[in-house]
């Protein structure tokens, strides 16, 4: 039975279901702590945990992850702490706190010296990316995630390649290399041509919206927010670059409409967030800009009516 819930779980993870998703793992979760043994009752909590954060229900996220570092230390099971601190880790650096991530990270590598944890260590790195990403350090960005990249391809880990390639593609677009930008993606879609992940079809989607200038653009990004609907940190950010896209085009009703739908799932992720790590998220630089356009689509739209009224 555990088995079962388990892989309902994972396949309703992949299409994206994740209330779906959630329910089969909480109904394992409660019969993994009758009979399962440590290691299935870790993977089970760090599953919903991983359901959270993409929900970006980050107490119930944390909860879980403190779970499984407490069974580790009643069991000694050291290696056992590597996963749920490098989530820890992720959770803070997706809220922008990334001193609390970099400490979280810093303890997953301890426990990974001298393992075969591998993955977990490429995971370390691929975080490092985010963040000297997030910092504009381009060089130090692409060696982490040239580093991570490799053991992904090595143990083909095949979503985990995907989801840093989308990366290393968005890092190729903000260094000015656009034909990289373009050959990465091209590749990702056509090596993943049936990709199962929602998400992964999303953030695809999005990143191949990023050039205002094309045609193409407007329909990647219609289907980065239909497909980013249950992943708000996701879809906010798919809003705010269509509404860029139509804000370029002087479509200003299209663009003060997504700017405002970005704006709300914003505050719909705030008012769910823990108090220390609402404060962090909310300084995104990101989130400035977004308030940014949207004021500078209201002057014009102010300025625009203003010359209509004289004429």
Not at 81 to 97: C, D, F, K, Q, R
Not at 155 to 162: D, E, G, P, R, V
Not at 229 to 250: C, E, I, K, M, V
Request: net charge negative.
């Amino acid at each position: 039975m555990n088995g079962l819930l388990v892989n309902l779980g994972i396949m309703a993870y992949e299409a994206g279901d994740l209330d779906l998703a959630q329910r089969h793992y909480q109904q394992a979760l409660e019969f993994l702590r009758r009979s399962g043994s440590d290691r299935e009752l870790l993977d089970c909590l760090n599953n919903l945990g991983e359901i959270c954060l993409l929900r970006m229900e980050f107490e119930a996220a944390r909860e879980y992850w403190e779970e499984c570092l407490s069974i580790c230390a009643a069991t000694g099971f050291v290696q056992g702490t590597i996963e749920p601190l490098i989530y820890l880790g992720t959770l803070h650096i997706l809220s922008n706190s990334n001193d609390k991530g970099q400490q979280y990270l810093e303890r997953a590598w301890q426990a990974a010296e001298g393992t075969h944890a591998l993955k977990e260590q490429a995971l370390v790195e691929e975080q490092h990316g985010v963040m000297a990403l997030r910092e504009r350090s381009f060089e130090q960005a692409r060696l982490h995630f040239e580093k991570a990249l490799s053991v992904f391809n090595e143990m083909k880990l095949s979503s985990l390649s995907a989801r840093l390639e989308l990366k290393i593609s968005e890092l190729a677009w903000y260094e000015g290399d656009k034909a990289f930008y373009k050959s990465t993606l091209d590749e990702v879609e056509k090596k993943f041509q049936n990709l199962e992940s929602r998400w992964l079809i999303a953030e695809l989607n999005r990143l191949k919206g990023f050039d205002l200038r094309s045609d193409q653009s407007e329909e990647a990004l219609n289907r980065a927010v239909e497909m980013g609907q249950p992943f708000p940190d996701l879809l906010w950010r798919a809003y705010w670059l269509r509404g860029r896209y139509y804000h370029h085009r002087h479509s200003f009703g299209n663009a003060g409409e997504n700017y405002q739908k970005a704006m709300e799932t914003i505050r719909n992720v705030l008012a769910r967030m823990p108090a220390d790590l609402r404060k962090c998220y909310s300084r995104h630089a990101e989130i400035s800009l977004l308030r940014d356009n949207a004021a500078k689509l209201k002057a014009e739209l102010i300025s625009t009516r203003s010359q209509n009224h004289v004429r």
